[in-house]
């Protein structure tokens, strides 16, 4: 058997600077742990009798937590607040008080609410589709230049469902997502037909149990016990996201790394899925839907180990080098078609 590493705070701040965290101090590591970000010793120090010294505390695991503190502070570097990093670390699996992690899901929708209260302050003769589609008229349209098979009348549609307490989602119709008149050259832009089915089809949906009054109520009524249950239904996706990554990494293996660079940045847009999934899985728990995610979670894991699994993924190693070829190929086909046409993509505009 073999020994376990046992780790000391000094110990601990040793080893993440020599892997090039070296503004972790000392006292770093006791406020990490005052904050509950790291573990609790496993055994604590105390006095070894008169003229004895002073035995130290420990972790028994050291290098589970070598690889916490690693995390906490990238996650404190990327998102600059210790109150950030309690529900990443949890999404990862590291033990973290739930008290904690429920006050990490209940800020956020707090500042928006507050955020929303404040820009309606004063509009009492709009209805809130006006408010918020005034809003989108005047915000940047990166979303849509990212997106060009995305319309502005969808995104206002999606963001009706998500913040508008009185949107009725009956009303969602192909017909809402009428052609938008190319702004550059006056050919007409018709939004994606999959995209539109799909909103159309799950707006009730989405109304019921995703917007952003359902997450409200779901998350004052959330307990330590809701948060228990929805802990094993995460240890379940980090799971099925382990199996997906790993065929990802090896499909893009062949990657020159200038393409790659950014996807280590990925951690933000993941963390932040994470988020939502955790907030609908409470929400539809909180409608009766528990039983049904009990028996069907489980059974997407199976899938996806029974298809990602090492056979396929040496597959994908093997192939790596065509697929990545031929996705630069299409890229270079699109930009020169972008290229032909002498503009970029275009805003889309209310009709």
């Given at each position: 058997m073999?020994e376990?590493?046992i780790l000391?705070?000094?110990a601990?701040?040793?080893e993440?600077q020599?892997?090039g965290?070296?503004?972790v101090s000392?006292r770093?590591?006791?406020?990490?742990?005052r904050?509950e970000l790291?573990?609790?010793?496993?055994?604590?120090g105390?006095?070894l009798?008169?003229?004895?010294?002073?035995?130290?505390?420990?972790?028994?695991?050291?290098?589970?937590v070598i690889?916490q503190a690693?995390w906490?502070?990238d996650?404190?570097?990327v998102?600059?607040r210790m109150?950030?990093?309690?529900?990443?670390?949890?999404?990862?699996g590291y033990?973290?008080?739930?008290?904690r992690?429920?006050?990490?899901l209940r800020q956020?929708?707090?500042?928006l609410?507050?955020?929303?209260r404040k820009?309606?302050?004063?509009?009492?003769g709009l209805v809130?589709?006006?408010?918020?589609?005034d809003?989108?008229?005047?915000t940047p349209r990166?979303?849509?230049?990212n997106n060009p098979?995305l319309?502005?009348?969808?995104?206002?549609?999606?963001y009706?469902?998500?913040?508008?307490?009185?949107y009725d989602?009956g009303?969602l119709?192909?017909?809402?997502?009428?052609?938008c008149?190319d702004a550059?050259?006056g050919?007409?832009?018709?939004?994606?037909?999959?995209?539109?089915?799909f909103?159309?089809?799950y707006?009730?949906?989405?109304?019921?149990?995703?917007s952003?009054?359902?997450?409200k109520e779901?998350?004052?009524?959330?307990t330590?016990?809701d948060l228990?249950?929805?802990?094993r239904?995460v240890?379940?996706l980090?799971k099925i996201?382990f199996?997906?990554?790993r065929?990802v990494?090896?499909?893009?293996s062949?990657?020159?790394?200038e393409l790659?660079?950014?996807?280590?940045?990925k951690?933000h847009f993941l963390?932040f899925l994470g988020?939502?999934?955790i907030?609908a899985d409470l929400?539809?728990?909180r409608?009766?839907?528990g039983?049904?995610?009990?028996?069907?979670?489980?059974c997407v894991?199976d899938?996806?180990?029974?298809a990602f699994n090492?056979e396929?993924?040496?597959?994908?190693l093997?192939?790596?080098p065509?697929?990545?070829a031929?996705?630069?190929?299409?890229m270079?086909e699109?930009?020169s078609?972008r290229?032909?046409?002498?503009?970029a993509t275009p805003?889309?505009?209310?009709q």
């Amino acid at each position: 058997m073999t020994e376990p590493k046992i780790l000391t705070e000094a110990a601990l701040v040793a080893e993440l600077q020599g892997f090039g965290y070296t503004n972790v101090s000392l006292r770093t590591i006791e406020e990490w742990r005052r904050r509950e970000l790291l573990p609790k010793f496993d055994q604590k120090g105390g006095g070894l009798g008169k003229g004895g010294g002073r035995r130290r505390s420990v972790w028994m695991d050291g290098p589970a937590v070598i690889e916490q503190a690693a995390w906490v502070s990238d996650l404190i570097r990327v998102y600059g607040r210790m109150e950030s990093a309690y529900l990443p670390l949890w999404l990862l699996g590291y033990s973290i008080p739930l008290k904690r992690v429920k006050q990490a899901l209940r800020q956020p929708a707090a500042k928006l609410d507050q955020a929303i209260r404040k820009e309606m302050k004063g509009k009492d003769g709009l209805v809130n589709e006006d408010v918020i589609d005034d809003l989108l008229s005047k915000t940047p349209r990166r979303i849509l230049k990212n997106n060009p098979s995305l319309s502005l009348d969808q995104l206002s549609a999606v963001y009706n469902l998500l913040f508008n307490p009185d949107y009725d989602p009956g009303e969602l119709t192909s017909d809402e997502f009428t052609p938008c008149e190319d702004a550059s050259n006056g050919e007409p832009h018709t939004p994606d037909q999959d995209q539109m089915a799909f909103l159309s089809q799950y707006a009730p949906l989405i109304k019921e149990h995703l917007s952003f009054e359902r997450v409200k109520e779901t998350l004052r009524h959330c307990t330590v016990e809701d948060l228990k249950t929805v802990e094993r239904d995460v240890a379940i996706l980090r799971k099925i996201v382990f199996h997906l990554g790993r065929t990802v990494k090896a499909m893009v293996s062949a990657a020159p790394p200038e393409l790659t660079k950014g996807f280590t940045d990925k951690w933000h847009f993941l963390f932040f899925l994470g988020r939502m999934v955790i907030l609908a899985d409470l929400s539809l728990r909180r409608s009766g839907y528990g039983t049904w995610i009990d028996q069907n979670l489980p059974c997407v894991l199976d899938v996806i180990r029974a298809a990602f699994n090492e056979e396929r993924e040496a597959e994908f190693l093997a192939k790596s080098p065509e697929m990545i070829a031929d996705a630069e190929r299409k890229m270079e086909e699109l930009k020169s078609e972008r290229d032909a046409k002498g503009t970029a993509t275009p805003e889309r505009r209310l009709q």
